[in-house]
């Protein structure tokens, strides 16, 4: 199972935008990378998840680039509600395997 | 449908007592996974199965912990004898192939 590091935590201003970078140096062929978000005593939320380049939903966009050896995790102007913590993993989606989760970036949003 | 269900929200126990939690997965879906997660750290892996069959077992899981998911619903993890090494959230999540949803988990406390 591919290692994750991302930053331990990172404070941000409510309206600006937040970029978590992880870095997957040992990523597989067949591993996408997932990002999952997890509130105070709630189980993790998934957010997005790429192959490669870029990917864009109603909540957050996902860099990838051509190495596949990082990711970043683009909240656009983010709310004091996008205070939570968020995990990178990287695995291989079309198999049963579990996920493995590191121990995330805690962001806080200040006001 | 309502998402992955878990009971009880929160148990307090006195040490070498056993406890039960429950998950309901989302309907349909064959892959059942329970993690638990300590504070500050991310969720790790247990069990897991795929309908109702325990297929996946982590080392983390002593021969005190026993899960059991009858007819491919829902499942079931029992803790013997619980120590205070035992507190934690207890995470069940569901998945149908691709993607997986947690439930807002079990806060064990053992006292």
Same mark, same amino acid.
Request: hydrophobic share 30%; net charge positive.
């Given at each position: &199972?591919?290692?994750?590091?991302? /930053?331990?935590?990172?404070?941000?201003?409510?309206?600006?935008?937040? #970029? *978590?970078?992880?870095?997957?140096? #040992?990523?597989?062929? #067949?591993?996408?990378?997932?990002?999952?978000?997890?509130?105070?005593?709630?189980?993790?939320?998934?957010? *997005?998840?790429?192959?490669?380049? %870029?990917?864009?939903?109603?909540?957050?966009?996902?860099? *990838? /680039?051509?190495?596949? %050896?990082?990711?970043?995790?683009?909240? /656009?102007?983010?709310?004091?509600?996008?205070?939570?913590?968020?995990?990178? &993993?990287?695995?291989?989606?079309?198999s049963a395997r579990q996920?493995?989760?590191?121990?995330?970036?805690?962001?806080?949003? &200040? /006001? | 449908?309502?998402?992955?269900?878990? $009971?009880?929200?929160?148990?307090?126990?006195?040490?070498? !007592? $056993?406890?039960?939690?429950?998950?309901?997965?989302?309907?349909?879906? $064959?892959r059942?996974?329970?993690?638990?997660?300590?504070?500050?750290? =991310? @969720?790790?892996?247990?069990?897991y199965?795929q $309908?109702?069959? !325990?297929l996946e077992?982590?080392?983390?899981?002593?021969?005190?912990?026993?899960?059991?998911? @009858?007819?491919?619903?829902?499942?079931?993890?029992?803790?013997?004898?619980?120590?205070? =090494?035992?507190?934690?959230?207890?995470?069940?999540?569901?998945?149908?192939?691709?993607?997986?949803?947690?439930?807002?988990?079990?806060?064990?406390?053992?006292?």
């Amino acid at each position: &199972l591919a290692k994750t590091t991302q /930053p331990i935590s990172m404070d941000s201003y409510e309206g600006q935008e937040v #970029n *978590i970078t992880c870095s997957h140096n #040992n990523i597989a062929t #067949n591993d996408y990378i997932t990002w999952y978000q997890q509130f105070p005593s709630q189980g993790p939320r998934f957010i *997005i998840q790429g192959y490669k380049t %870029k990917v864009t939903n109603e909540v957050a966009s996902l860099f *990838i /680039p051509a190495d596949r %050896k990082s990711s970043t995790l683009s909240l /656009p102007r983010v709310s004091l509600s996008d205070t939570a913590v968020y995990y990178c &993993l990287v695995g291989d989606v079309g198999s049963a395997r579990q996920l493995t989760f590191g121990s995330g970036t805690q962001l806080t949003v &200040l /006001p | 449908d309502t998402g992955v269900s878990q $009971n009880p929200r929160h148990k307090i126990t006195k040490r070498g !007592q $056993n406890v039960t939690f429950r998950c309901d997965p989302i309907s349909e879906h $064959n892959r059942l996974y329970w993690y638990r997660q300590t504070l500050g750290q =991310g @969720p790790e892996f247990l069990t897991y199965f795929q $309908n109702e069959a !325990q297929l996946e077992k982590s080392r983390l899981l002593s021969d005190r912990f026993s899960a059991e998911r @009858p007819k491919g619903s829902f499942s079931t993890l029992e803790i013997q004898r619980t120590e205070q =090494g035992d507190s934690a959230m207890y995470l069940c999540a569901s998945s149908p192939t691709l993607g997986y949803t947690f439930g807002s988990g079990t806060r064990l406390t053992v006292v």
